[in-house]
């Protein structure tokens, strides 16, 4: 085999070119003159004939999306990790995450929230999380212990 046997794997496509012969003919379907037969004929994104554009016709969202920056807390329940812990276990967010309780927001675990609902009658050792005020007294009441 020598360097004029090697043929490529593929031809390279070329992008077709308009007004070259073929079915489309002489004007390639953009008519005989005007604005849209020449090269430099588009009309930009909103272009209402003249009209005025429906995105002038709104007023601005002001304040909109100053929030969204904040990455609310994952809310669980005490009756939930009553469930799905054993007496003793640590509950932080890596565990809670490997049990599928709280998922990762924007690629990261987010920071944990334990609400009181619920009665716990196992001691439970938390670590890198936010209590309500009655979450935190069942947990001290049950024997448990609160790291932040």
Known sequence: MQIHDVKPNSSNRRSQRIGRGGKRGTYSGRGVKGYYAHSSSHVRPGFIGGDTPLFKKFPKKRGQGISSIHVKPAVLNLSVIEKYFKTNEQVNPKTLFEKGLIRKQAGALPAVKILGSGEIKKVF????????????????????????
């Open 125 to 148: 050792n938390f670590d890198d999380c936010k209590f309500s005020a009655s979450a935190k007294g069942k947990v001290a009441k049950a024997g448990g212990k609160i790291k932040s």
